[in-house]
Nanobody
């Protein structure tokens, strides 16, 4: 079983930056994919970004060039650097980890972008 703990959400003005972290613990298979989805009020959960254990990344078109995902395999932790934030980025951000043996979600962290 894999447990994910998120941190780093908060309130920021448009154009600002935030960094999210997602720390995994438990029975973690070394080959896995981590990433984030987000859900805004009244909308469905949508894909944001993903990173494999060898560093291959993918991004939603809406965040390309503004968000950057990275990971530290030794710490089983993924990071999401969010720059040039827009009001439409406001959502609860959920990290996930998927492997051959587990599929887990974090508790979610609120990101609010407003002036």
């Amino acid at each position: 079983q894999v447990h994910l703990v998120e941190s780093g959400g908060g309130f920021v003005q448009p154009g600002g930056s935030l960094r999210l972290s997602c720390a995994a613990s438990g029975s973690i298979f070394s080959i896995n994919t981590m990433g984030w989805y987000r859900q805004a009020p009244g909308k469905e959960r949508e894909f944001v970004t993903t990173i494999t254990s060898v560093g291959t990344t993918a991004y939603a078109d809406s965040v390309k060039g503004r968000f950057a995902i990275s990971r530290d395999n030794a710490k089983n932790t993924a990071y999401l650097q969010m720059n040039s934030l827009k009001p439409e980025d406001t959502a609860v951000y959920y990290c996930y980890l998927q492997s051959a043996t587990a599929s887990s979600w974090g508790q979610g962290t609120q990101v609010t972008v407003s002036s």
